[in-house]
């Protein structure tokens, strides 16, 4: 098959799946297209079977306002008149759904099937926005195929939006032989000189993410265990979480290391992923950090209970509970049998959302899509 693949190129969950998944599609086979104002970060290198096409801005003086859903519409059109595309498979509803919708008008309805994948702040946050509420019901109801990351994102979509479309469930996944355990000793020293726990967060550092409380439960684990704090990821809060850093007299043992490529090395050294978050459609992060054998304790929000199994594979709390997240945290480094059984446990399960058995899904969703089933 020939895909169109549009997704927010930048470092976060959806243009991480977007990505690999059309990295794995071209490995099996099928020709990908991706189209967007600038090439998904995780596309760092060639691959064989996959092309890019970069929308172009409307130059045009009078333009003084933002017209990429415009733009990337007519490139959705020109890209699947000329190379011939079967599926247009659009991350997010709003824009790229809605522009994929304005670009089969174009084409012809008979042209081109729409497949629109939800990562849940565009169900969760953008769409419940009264400007976007009519637009993003729209935009579900007239895709050809819609699938979710959790059955938690697609109840969610059917009650706010009160639409009785078919949502087919294809969780996110991670390469299990990319994330795996693997110790190694000196980089975990760069991390933890002292041979110190390292406790880990990963994320965007938005308000939904709730880092302070990663801050305010390390502070009490470090009463206890002798421990490091690495923080991945940036964006808004980042400073609000360094001055409480400083506050709370842990600048020694709290490491900011920004957007990092290498998040595999750093969660392969790690020995606790948290995720406090408000509100968390599936938690691509915690997967990863499973994935290299970290138990997670996160909060009971959203699909995070459909990964993160309590008393296995980790722990959930209800949200801003640090304290409990610590006393969870406290007992997994206090003792080492009872860490490695939940180790092994969160490799276990992350092994079932593997990428070679979560994309084959994604393959027979578009072939019946394209049938009409
Ligand atoms: O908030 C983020 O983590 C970024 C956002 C995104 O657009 O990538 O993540 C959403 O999609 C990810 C991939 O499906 C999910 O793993 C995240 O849980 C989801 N974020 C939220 O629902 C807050």
Do not use: W
Not at 60 to 73: G, I, M, Q, S, T
Request: glycine fraction near 6%; proline fraction near 5%.
């Amino acid at each position: 098959m020939k895909i169109g693949i549009t997704c927010y190129p930048t470092y976060g969950g959806s243009g991480v799946i977007a990505t690999e998944l059309g990295k794995s599609l071209a490995k099996r086979g099928h020709q990908i297209h991706f189209i967007s104002y600038a090439s998904p970060f995780r596309l760092s290198h060639y691959v064989d079977n996959i092309f890019y096409h970069e929308v172009e801005k409307a130059t045009y003086p009078l333009f003084e306002f933002n017209l990429y859903p415009l733009e990337l519409a007519s490139k959705l059109a020109e890209v699947t008149e000329y190379e011939g595309l079967d599926i247009l498979h659009m991350h997010y509803a709003i824009p790229h759904a809605t522009s994929a919708f304005l670009a089969r008008e174009i084409v012809g309805r008979d042209r081109i099937k729409i497949v629109t994948t939800l990562h849940g702040t565009d169900i969760t946050l953008i769409g419940l926005e009264p400007t976007f509420l009519p637009l993003m019901k729209f935009t579900i109801q007239q895709s050809d195929g819609v699938t979710a990351v959790s059955r938690f994102l697609r109840e969610k979509t059917l009650t706010n939006y009160g639409i009785d479309t078919d949502i087919e469930v294809i969780p996110n996944f991670v390469d299990t032989e990319v994330y795996f355990p693997q110790e190694n000793g000196s980089f975990r020293k760069s991390l933890a000189k002292h041979g110190e726990k390292i406790i880990v967060h990963v994320s965007n550092f938005r308000p939904v993410k709730r880092v302070p409380d990663v801050i305010r439960a390390f502070h009490i684990i470090r009463e206890s265990i002798s421990s490091v704090l690495v923080l991945v990821g940036d964006g808004p809060d980042r400073g609000e979480c360094e001055r409480l850093v400083r506050e709370l007299d842990l600048a020694d043992v709290v490491k900011f290391l920004g957007k990092q490529e290498a998040l595999a090395d750093i969660l392969k050294v790690s020995d606790i992923f948290l995720m406090p978050s408000q509100s968390e459609s599936f938690g691509l992060s915690a997967l990863e950090a499973m994935a290299c054998g970290v138990p997670a304790i996160t909060t009971s929000v959203g699909g995070l209970p459909e990964l993160n199994v309590h008393g296995s594979t980790g722990y959930i709390c209800e949200i801003g509970d640090v304290e409990r997240m610590a006393k969870y945290a406290i007992e997994l480094l206090s003792y080492p049998e009872k860490y490695r059984r939940f180790s092994s446990a969160a490799r276990e399960r992350a092994v079932e959302f593997d990428v070679r058995k979560i994309v084959p899904q994604y393959e027979n969703f578009y072939e019946r899509v394209l049938s009409g089933n």
